[in-house]
């Protein structure tokens, strides 16, 4: 066991797609990084830099060819480990998951994960319920074909497949990609509450600064294939110059927060949500003025 | 899963093997065929590895790539290897015991055949698939099947298949090794327990398989509808194939081959292949 507090390690790990060949690509090259225990870490970075092989390693569907990932301090790599266990602990959503339901019935593709388990047939539904409802998913809709649903509906029900093995690391690649406003911020929103809730660990993948901004305590940067930064949300969007140097972004408040600091009427510059803004601008312009 | 299918796979380049035109390298791949079954004795094989290296050589395909290619004819490579060493019978005896003889023709008929495996794909390979595009092989297949139009054999529609199918094969190979994954990350076993356990495994892969293509398909359809297009009839094209006498020239260059592979098997003696 470790002494820190990481759900979950990579140590010096690397990867390389098509090694040997013409087309040889250092996807991951050398990261370290620990995925702090009960919190949600964002992994962001511009397309190609690395960051669904890296979080592939997480659950071994990718092996590093060198360094190592640690979870709840075992190596997974280890020949003691069973590569299924800590699929269950480490729950991997990835990216567009509606294109991988295939069960009869919705219910019966949410159980799959469980089942694989050897969760008992008598506790399967309950955790079902559970998992559809974290998700969101309407439990009228479980006796359904997965190919009637929505696309929103469909992506709960994928979600919810995931959240039924109860893995008390959630991993998530781009969650919300596809979505309408409503259905991203409440799909992300439930994410959120299945970290605050059970204090289960959350790692999401995202190309939105607004929505890491929002959702995510620590955030880990990544440019081809190496880690430039991880800090807490707040430290990483102040650079905003560096962020940008690698194709990434700040949110958009936050440029807005930095003119009007330019202009003199700034609230500081480590603003990265509206509504910090707004209580900031509320805080400094309006209290004491006679305003309700 | 490892899904590196490098056979077939095209490998961009500039060499004249890439530059010849597409229906000259069909019509090289299809004599080099005959080539191949041509070459009986060792001579003729050697010449036969030579030429091919020389290809090889021409085309600036790193040999890498080529012995990947290779990959998956092993298990029939090994397996064609083993029937011969156990059950061609020749003269001199090398092992003997209980009912297994093993004879030294055995053993250089089993090197030959393997030889022979690894020629036809290499060589193919090198002069088709690695240095052809998909797309122009398609369209030098309809040229070069064009005269069968008129016996209202409907080339173009077959060339259109055979493009879209080619276009998906590494689509598909992508899908199902992301399908496949998410299926592992929800704790499904694709290598272990019984044969029974594992085709059942197949299930939660082969469904949404199944399910994209067809999206796939029909997302296809309505494109190509939106832009009119409505089969091969009075079709113009935007590359004209042009022969030139290189072309010519590399087609006789195979033929000949096997007019010398079949005057060598006659003219010198050495071991000779069995069948």
């Known amino acids: ?292 | 899963m490892n899904f590196d299918v490098a056979f077939g796979q095209y490998c961009e380049g500039t060499s004249l093997l890439h530059r010849l035109d597409p229906r000259a390298k069909i019509l090289m791949s299809l004599f080099y065929i005959v080539d191949v079954f041509l070459a009986k004795n060792v001579f003729a094989f050697a010449v036969l590895t030579a030429f091919v290296v020389f290809l090889i050589a021409l085309s600036g395909i790193n040999m890498k790539i080529i012995l990947r290619g290779l990959k998956p004819v092993l298990f029939i490579m090994i397996f064609t290897a083993v029937i011969n060493i156990f059950w061609y019978s020749g003269e001199t005896v090398l092992v003997s015991f209980w009912i297994i003889t093993i004879y030294l023709e055995g053993i250089y008929n089993a090197l030959l055949i393997v030889l022979r495996v690894v020629l036809l794909i290499a060589g193919t390979s090198v002069i088709l698939t690695y240095t052809t595009t998909p797309l122009s092989l398609t369209d030098g297949l309809e040229r070069l099947l064009s005269p069968l139009a008129k016996i209202k054999v409907p080339v173009h529609e077959f060339a259109l298949m055979m493009t879209i199918a080619l276009r998906f094969i590494p689509t598909l190979i992508e899908e199902t090794g992301k399908i496949m994954d998410a299926q592992k990350a929800r704790g499904a076993a694709f290598t272990e327990g019984s044969l029974v356990k594992r085709v059942k495994a197949l299930i939660p892969v082969l469904v949404p398989l199944f399910a994209s293509s067809f999206r796939r398909a029909d997302e296809l359809a309505t494109a190509m509808e939106c832009r009119c297009y409505r089969g091969g009839k009075g079709r113009t094209r935007m590359h004209v194939l042009k022969a030139t006498p290189v072309d010519v020239l590399a087609v006789l260059v195979i033929i000949l081959l096997g007019v010398a592979l079949v005057l060598i098997n006659n003219f010198t003696g050495g071991f000779a292949i069995g069948w």
């Open chain 1, 1 to 292: 066991m470790t002494g820190n507090n990481f759900a979950a390690e990579f140590r010096a790990v690397n990867y390389t797609y098509n090694k040997g060949i013409a087309y040889e690509k250092h996807a991951v090259a050398d990261v370290s990084l620990g995925i702090e225990r009960g919190r949600v870490t964002g992994i962001i970075g511009s397309t190609g830099s690395g960051k669904s092989t890296l979080i592939k390693m997480l659950n071994g569907l990718v092996k590093p060819d060198d360094g190592e990932v640690i979870v709840d301090g075992v190596n997974i790599w280890d020949k003691k480990v069973k590569m299924r266990d800590v699929r269950f602990k480490v729950g991997l959503v990835m990216q567009y998951p509606e294109y991988q339901l295939f069960d009869e019935t919705v219910e019966g593709d949410i159980a799959f994960g469980p089942r694989n388990m050897g969760v008992s047939e008598g506790e399967l539904h309950e955790r079902v319920v559970e998992a559809a409802g974290f998700s969101g998913l309407d439990t009228a809709l479980l006796s359904k074909s997965p190919f009637d649903l929505s696309g929103g509906q469909k992506r709960r029900a994928a979600l919810a497949g995931v959240m039924a093995m109860r893995p008390s690391i959630l991993v998530l690649d781009e969650p919300a990609a596809g979505l309408d406003p409503s259905g991203r911020n409440e799909i992300l929103g439930r994410i959120k509450s299945y970290q605050r809730e059970n204090g289960n660990t959350v790692v999401i993948v995202s190309h939105s600064m607004e929505d890491v901004a929002k959702y995510c305590d620590r955030l880990a940067v990544l440019s081809e294939g190496r880690l430039v930064a991880c800090d807490t949300t707040e430290n990483i969007f102040t650079e905003g110059e560096k962020l940008q140097s690698i194709g990434l972004d700040v949110p958009e408040i936050t440029k807005v927060a930095d003119e009007l600091e330019k202009l003199g009427v700034g609230v500081g510059r480590d603003v990265y949500t509206v509504k910090y803004a707004a209580e900031k601008l509320i805080e400094k312009y309006a209290l004491g003025k006679g305003r309700e």
